[in-house]
């Protein structure tokens, strides 16, 4: 009778788990406590993450709850057990690897502001490496840049990252990111591209396109890059945005890469779940209130 009691608790609990990760939509990464979607800023046109607390099973939570079931099940048929069964445990292998940020553009008279309180300016990454890839956001941006919108080659400044608000959605891999194997966040808390020079700049009107040279310290480590951006002078529009003070805004959008190994990001290690390379997507106002 018992055998049959527990045999009923086994299937039904494999009902359940494989019910509960279809109904929460059969993703096939791993668990995460949080989802992360993308919304747009009405005035600078923005896009920016806005992370909710959500619980989403993932193929590890499958796995563990279809294991444990099925040992359950099992085990109702093992009629003389001479030893005890060793406890197994099936270890979730998650390690990250991320970094981070760089850009400038503009130069002189006004100075712009990167430290956003409206929360809009952020940074995306992503390692596709040919078992994971992933996704993560950074939000504690900082920095300034001065810049002369009728010359925009000459251009000053420094955009600066709080390494702690890396984030990715799954806790253990943000565990790890943050970590002394990886990111080493409480040695290295910000990441940080300092502007050195404008090269092969463009201009439309208000918008414009240029290269821009500087130095980029990830991890207590500097190499100088270059990146390409593109950048939008709004004159203006700063009270536009939300709040009561006149002012301009400077838009800076990049997309560029990084090699992790340049950084001594465990360097040349996991690669089939962390790619070596770095994509990164920047996406900033800078305000500039009017005296």
């Known amino acids: 009778m018992l055998r049959t009691i527990v045999r009923l608790v086994a299937i039904l609990s494999i009902l359940s788990v494989t019910g509960f990760w279809f109904a929460s939509g059969a993703d096939r990464g791993w668990t995460k406590t949080s989802v992360t979607t993308m919304k747009t800023d009405e005035i ?18 499958l796995a563990a709850g279809l294991v444990g079931s099925f040992v359950l099940l099992a085990i109702t048929f093992i009629r003389i057990p001479t030893k005890p069964n060793p406890t197994m445990k099936t270890p979730i292998i998650t390690v990250l690897a991320v970094t981070a940020l760089a850009l400038n553009a503009g130069a002189a008279p006004i100075t712009f502001d990167f430290k956003d309180p409206k929360g809009v300016n952020n940074i995306v990454f992503k390692l596709d490496a040919p078992l994971e890839s992933i996704n993560g956001t950074a939000s504690g941006i900082s920095g300034t840049i001065t810049a002369d919108p009728e010359n925009p080659a000459a251009v000053t400044g420094k955009i600066v990252v709080d390494t702690t608000s890396l984030h990715v959605p799954n806790p253990v891999m943000k565990e790890h990111m943050h970590g002394e194997k990886w990111l080493d966040v409480t040695t290295h808390p910000q990441i940080t591209f300092e502007l050195k020079e404008v090269k092969n700049v463009t201009r439309d009107g208000n918008k414009g396109t240029a290269d821009v040279l500087g130095t980029f310290t990830l991890k207590g480590i500097s190499k100088d890059i270059t990146v390409p951006v593109n950048v939008t002078y709004l004159p203006g529009k700063l009270k536009a945005r939300g709040g009561d003070v006149d002012g301009d805004l400077l838009v800076v959008r990049s997309d560029f890469k990084i090699n992790r190994s340049d ?29």
């Open 44 to 61: 600078t046109g923005l896009e920016f993450p806005v992370i909710e607390n959500r619980f989403v099973p993932g193929v590890d939570f």
């Open 263 to 291: 950084f001594q990001i465990q360097a040349g290690q996991n690669t089939d779940k962390v790619a070596e390379d770095i994509e990164i997507s920047l996406s900033l106002a800078g305000a500039a209130p009017k005296p």
